[in-house]
């Protein structure tokens, strides 16, 4: 019965080869694009799940929260006392606590010396919370000792070669403090898809002298630096113990100034280890998350183009029916059933998505490392690590060969053998109505992914060229270091004699970073000094900080250098914290007794508002001041035009100053743009596969308009004879599938609105989803179309009516 197919097959390959390469080529390229987006999903949702007790860990985060109840914060980190103190009064429900504090260090081998972003400080129980094996060393004790260090295997062979690894040490410069640690195991490398990796964990021994020792770090509750994660006991509730921890907090924490419990300013969520790399992008993370709405979006992208594929199958596979009617007849007459006709056509289209498979995966195995670089992630389509994947493969086969064979080998076992063979058959006018709703369904899918396209760029282009209410460019930061800032005033003055550089100025944090500093804030409202509701962040300057940035003051003046007491007592606050004050306005605030935590004084000034933060976050309230601490970065405005020579100059400065540092620097307009790197990454994905989408779009309505164009050749000759113009033939066989093409338009208005309107709903600030990207998506699946239906027609209307006559 198979042979017999096989036969039928590749007998109507012969006879109908444009046909059967259409389809095949339209599936095959509909198969390679689920592919690798399937690859990508999987791969997703793969995060976290390696370790062996990845059901039962969860992270530990933490919120604080305004009067009213809002969440002005939330961060994937918490305080150091969290964690110990949470295994011991939830004991029997929590089976161990691990804290993991991550710091950017310089790390140094005799003449090797790196800079270092994936080194943690870590509890010694790391290794029985996650499933990261030791090569070498005991992963019980490694992290006991008080230089304990543990390195990955790519570290082992970046700073000691081929060389036994166990045992050697390692300089370790954190700031200005010079740690020597021990080499006291190498673990594998962390697995790609794990939502943090680390190259080296540290014993918490230097973290516990800095914080005073013990029983003081232990007091430590507003430091939230440190990753925090649980191991449950088998068959603990996690609601049930999420449900405790108020009690817990009030226990421990205590009331606030105006005598509320602990536990209404903040609280603590217990996240499932497994749904952080989707589902958590809180203010702080250790690495950038995905989002599972772009899963969905991409799986949903898959379908589509695979839906795409299939309707072009079926609607080629009714339309050339004529073609076949007669064999169904004959088949019929000799005794085939419908049954076993079904049985036949579907035959045929499974083994046409057998043979499309098989193109798909050369064309995904071609496009699968471009994929991988571009998606970031090390994706691999190997059978012999994943043999799931041939399931699914299997399974995609099955999938596409229903999809795409169920509606023609019913429609075609129908025939009415008497019909048939008498010639008078014809086509339902059901079935041309299906046929056209399904071209209408195919170019309503184009139509969205082109609008798709558009929006995400268009929302790109806003956010990279918004005023951001400061100059952002030309502006390199640096790291700083206590030599710099204890004669900062020195080195500003040397960096000022410089041809290339315009100013210098010390902050805590960079336009471009996250507000996650803050303090209890007090205001003279009404003439008493109240308590402030809403979370003011706050930025430690250098005096002349809004100069260098360009930032604008609205009302008062900018701190004075020459006035010690601003240094002590004057706060510069923006628009947004007046607001949040309840001050009536900007001139309003400016001499206002202001206090800060524990510092008072006065307010000298007041910005006006600009975006700190990227696009995502609204602006949020702030509060300016001059610091005695907490300086962590340089920011040195350049010109443009000496840019090269003036990086050059300060390489050589920094390595006269810090040799055993590398010279690592940003620009501010590029931490700007790296914000935006998923969105690109959204807009490239949605261009891609809105460009395949069309294409299999244009084979199907390719094959349709041929078709339509092969029946109606007589008709055509007569027209010619009887005087039509080639423009008016043109017309004639272009003017339906054009009216699907509209009715397509039309259908994925609401559709495309709907979806990009809930897409930006992810900024703070946003575009609009113009009527123009509409006319202009609709107007370029209008153009194709009658491009591709417009190639056939003149094609058909050149013939010469002699030979049109001919035609069978």
Known sequence: MLHNYFKIFIRNLKKNPAYILINILGLSVGMAASILIFLFVQHELSYDK??????RIYRVSRAWFNPDGETNLHLGHAAPPFGPLLKSDFEGQIQEAVRLMNVNVVAKDGTKVFEENRFFFS????????????????????????????????????????????????EVMIGSQVVNMQVRGVMEDIPDNSHFKADFLASMEPVVAFYGGYESMMKNFGSNNFGTYLLLEQGVD????????????????????????????????????????????????????????????????????????????????????????????????????????????????????????????????????TFSNFTGKLLSLNFFSHPEYLVGLLVLVVVVGLLAGSYPSLFLSGFQPVKVLKGTYKIGSIHEKL??????????????????????????????????????????????????????????????????????????????????????????????????????????????????????????RDFDFNLASDSTEAFILNESAVRAIGWS?????????????????YVTGVLKDFHFESLHQPISPMVFLIPTD??????????????????????????????????????VSDRFEQQYKAEEKVGAIFGFFAGLAILISVLGLFGLAAYATEQRTKEIGIRKVMGASIWSIVSLLGKDFLKLVFFGFLLAIPIAWYGMNGWLENFAYSVSVS??????????????????????SIRAAMINPVDAFKVE
């Open 771 to 792: 009527w123009i990207v509409f006319l202009i998506a609709g107007f370029s699946a209008t153009l194709i179309a009658a491009l591709t239906v417009s190639s056939q």
């Open 238 to 369: 996690v609601r049930d113990l999420e449900a405790q921890i108020p009690d817990f907090i009030d226990r421990h924490l205590p009331k606030s100034s105006q005598g509320f419990s602990a536990s209404m300013g903040t609280k603590l969520f217990l996240w499932p280890l497994t749904d952080i790399h989707l589902h958590s992008n809180l203010d702080s993370e250790i690495e950038p998350n995905s989002s599972i709405e772009y899963v969905y979006i991409y799986s949903a992208i898959a379908i589509f183009i695979l839906l795409i594929a299939c309707i072009n199958f079926m609607n080629l596979a009714t339309a050339r029916s004529a073609k076949r009617a007669l064999e169904v007849g004959l088949r019929k007459v000799l005794g085939a059933d419908r049954q076993l006709l079904v049985r036949q056509f579907m035959a045929e289209t499974i083994l046409m998505s057998l043979i499309a498979l098989i193109v798909a995966l050369l064309i995904a195995y071609l496009f699968l490392p």
């Open 630 to 667: 907490r300086i962590n970065e340089v920011a040195i405005k350049i010109k443009g035009e000496y840019k090269d020579a003036t990086l050059a100059f300060l390489q050589e400065e920094w390595l006269a100053m810090k040799p055993d540092f590398p010279f690592n620097y940003y620009l």
């Open 585 to 601: 306005s900007a001139e309003e605030a400016v001499d206002k007794p202001f206090q800060y935590g524990i510092r008072r004084g």
């Open 435 to 556: 046929r056209s709703f399904l071209v209408v369904g195919q170019f309503a899918i184009s139509v969205i992914l082109i609008v798709a396209v558009m929006v995400v760029l268009n929302q790109l282009d806003f956010m990279k060229n918004k005023d951001l209410g400061f100059d952002k460019d030309e502006i390199v930061v640096l790291p700083a270091y206590d030599e710099l800032i204890s004669n900062y005033e020195m080195m500003r003055e040397r960096l000022l004699q410089q041809p290339g550089i315009d100013n210098v100025a010390l902050g805590s944090r960079i336009p471009s970073g996250r507000l996650l500093d803050a303090q209890g804030a007090q205001a003279e409202v009404n003439g008493e000094l109240l308590p402030i509701e809403v979370r003011i962040s706050d930025i430690h300057v250098s005096h002349n900080f809004m100069e260098t940035f360009g930032m604008e003051m609205v009302a008062g």
């Open 50 to 55: 390696y370790h062996e007790h990845s059901d």
């Open 123 to 170: 509890d010694p129980e790391v290794f029985k919370v996650f499933s990261w094996p030791l090569l070498e060393g005991d992963a019980e004790t490694a992290l006991t000792f008080p230089d304990g260090l543990v390195i990955s295997k790519t570290m082992a062979e970046k700073y000691f070669g081929i060389q036994d690894a166990l045992g050697k040490s390692l």
